[in-house]
């Protein structure tokens, strides 16, 4: 299976700020990886696909890059309501598998 | 606009069947760029992919969990269901299902709510 380890796994920071939270692959996964945003009992809700592409309907704060073992997600001005847990997901080979979340709170 | 919504029983006891069913809206199961997929989250815990199936039947299960897995169609409903066998308390989570857009680039699009099952006698 491949491992996905996000970090960091948890993050302080303040409305305004840029945040950049990382995804590792334990192999390469070409550009095969979502971003999700969640909510306290809410779905996921998808933000990047393929790496980079911006899921329709979402803001253009939140940006994705990288390819085959490193990825990262960046929220360039963090607003209220981006204060959640997120987590990417590779779609090279099953079993898809999940990073085990970052904790965005507020400092 | 594409809407997936879970149902089925919120408790079912240990070593039994849990049974749920997702329903589609807005899309048909039978469109060939689309999977559908089950994705499980255990209380205060992260995601863990259940298993996708594809329009044309073919399935695809977390190895983890195979043993016990099926995933079916039903296209004259417009549904998906997930049967998980011989459960125990470990099982117990919210399910979602989702849609598994597969052109150009795999992703899950759209969620359901999700349902908390409880396995608990």
Do not use: H, M
């Not at chain 1, 920071?13 to 969640?38: E, H, K, M, P």
């Not at chain 1, 592409?53 to 960046?74: C, D, N, Y």
């Not at chain 2, 060939?32 to 299960?61: C, D």
């Amino acid at each position: 299976d491949i491992q996905l380890t996000q970090s960091p796994s948890f993050l302080s920071a303040s409305v305004g700020d840029r945040v950049t939270i990382t995804c590792r692959a334990s192999q390469g996964i070409s550009s095969y990886l979502a971003w999700y945003q969640q909510k306290p009992g809410k779905a996921p809700k998808l933000l990047i696909y393929a790496a980079s592409t911006l899921q329709s309907g979402v803001p253009s704060r939140f940006s994705g890059s990288g390819s085959g073992t490193e990825f990262s997600l960046t929220i360039s001005s963090l607003q209220p309501e981006d204060f959640a847990t997120y987590y990417c997901q590779q779609f090279n080979s099953y079993p898809y598998t999940f990073g085990q979340g970052t904790k965005l709170e507020i400092k | 606009q594409v809407q997936v919504q879970e149902s089925g029983p919120g408790l079912v006891k240990p070593s039994e069947t849990l049974s749920l069913t997702c329903t589609v809206s807005g899309d048909s199961i039978s469109r060939s760029t689309n999977y559908w997929g089950w994705i499980r989250q255990p209380p205060g815990k992260g995601l863990e992919w259940i298993g996708s199936i594809y329009y044309s039947g073919s399935t695809y299960y977390n190895p983890s969990l195979k043993s016990r897995v099926t995933i079916s169609l039903d296209t004259s409903k417009n549904q998906f269901s997930l049967k998980l066998s011989s459960v125990t308390a470990a099982d117990t989570a919210v399910y979602y299902c989702a849609r598994l857009y597969a052109l150009a680039a795999p992703r899950f699009d759209y969620w359901g709510q999700g349902t908390l099952v409880t396995v608990s006698s």
